[in-house]
């Protein structure tokens, strides 16, 4: 066990209360405790989301409904301030940056929106890989620099968030190939897919799974399957592990990206929170490996980093259990 | 379906993200609605957790290890603001009242403890009836004054909390009394009862539950098995109901407060919100029985308003996604 995990174990069970009574906030606690490597840990706050945005090549092979032009659409949404993240953002106190990284349909740059675009959309996964291997290293790098940048900032907590339409798909097939499961494990009705779209993109997760084996190098897997949002969020997630600074997972797509971090950088895992499950089966399977328990269980489906700024308040609520509360020596003592 | 509600749920489906995405939160969005009579509903805020406190003379049968003084030495704690509720409640944003119904052991008035105290314990509800139908009349109408006072202060959110050593056994009876259950069933460990304490609990709710039908007025039941904050707390739903502010319903005290609310002012359970899942059976049962779905389960069983503190903001959420987000027609509008 860490030995910050273990002092702030110890604080929990020295506080004036029944010994474990905060349940899965002792353990939340605990946790930000070896993150942090300190305990009591800092406060998480103040937090920033960083929406990554792009868009899919496998978009062509019909596996959503949505057309690709809401991509872009929604990212003006997010940059007039009005998009979901940023209304449940605000009820967390934590603030929301919006990267494009690979969106198709952009007509010129938005303010308020980085532009660190690689390429506008990746290739089609279930006829090639989406990305090149140079393509999906620059990705890891530009999600690795918005952390640093947050960081540098003065973010002391970090949320993923992301926008794509049809990024349940890569982010799918990704947990397939890193859990070793079949396509028709993993794959669900992502935004509202119906029984003919939901076909074609098992035939679609199927088509890119052939290409590989399970002993495949996890970033020739990540630039075959993945997107390039998910392949920043993976970058993100390992520049905030290396920093100590805690990281909340939203849902699916996050849960894809965390996992190709983790086998390209062993024990990411340890340095993240889980904020919530999404109602994906690929979601629950990568958790289940990856061994998270998310705070939050709420049947969401939404992405943006909506499911995890939800958990923000939970992970200030167990920080300030370890600063605020009286022990029982302190109440005994008066 | 409540007009109000379903305008919520209406307003849910326009904005622009996928029908039902935000899963839980739309139906808590949606009661709260439905609480208000208004969509959208105000902001849940500013919030007070009203922590009430009292003694039960059924401590002298052994159902606890904690000694009975531990009530007002935890008063004292609240009071000096380094309570877990207090913590927790800082991460929320919300404000803590501490009201003395009938703390046993206090020495004199406390500062920053209201003092409403009705008696200083009640009776042993496993040898008689616990209150007089004139003391809990009193202790509801406590709780239902605190409850309007608060309002009236400005509070737009009210939180339920307690602290009463011993007092999962008036809970746990009164769950078994209203929901036709027997001790057994109803019985847990509450603040970490070993397994003599335990059977010495089942059996103190066993005698108690010896005394009633399961026809017994409502208030009788109260009365006989209940406690001088429990009742209180049942006032302060009541009354905070009727003036359509919503409350956050905190672990299982909290739950047999509310169940013996709904029985005397049927349908008081629709206008409240079931903030967490707390680990002792008889929560469970009482929320079954009530049909709440609480927002959070944390295998949080503190008491004192923590669990329900930690709903807060997702209250707040589930408000500022209906009046904050973009619509569909908003965004093809552009």
Redesign the interface.
Known sequence: VDPSARAARERFDA?????G?????EALGARLAAIAGSCPPPRPAPATVAVFAADHGVHAAGVTAWPQEITS??V??MA?G???V???A???QAEVVVVDVGVAHRTAPVDGVLDRSIRRGTRDLSVEPAMTLAEVSRALDVGAEVADELIAGGARCLVTGEMGIGNTTPASALVAAYCGRSAAEVTGRG??ADDETLARKVGAIESGLSRHDPGDDPLVVLASLGGLEIAAMAGFVAAAASQRVPVVIDGVIADAALLAAERLLPGVRHRVVAGHRS?EPAATIALDELGLEP?????????EG?GAV?A???L??AV??L????TIA??MG?
Chains 1, 2 share one sequence.
């Open positions: 506080l004036a209360k029944p010994t009574s905060l349940g899965r906030l659409t929604m003006g949404v007039s009005r998009a979901s940023q209304a449940l605000a009820a967390a935004a509202g109602t705070v939050l269980d709420l049947d969401m489906r939404l992405g909506t939800l923000l308040p939970l200030d609520a300030r259990a600063t605020d509360v009286a302190d109440v008066d």
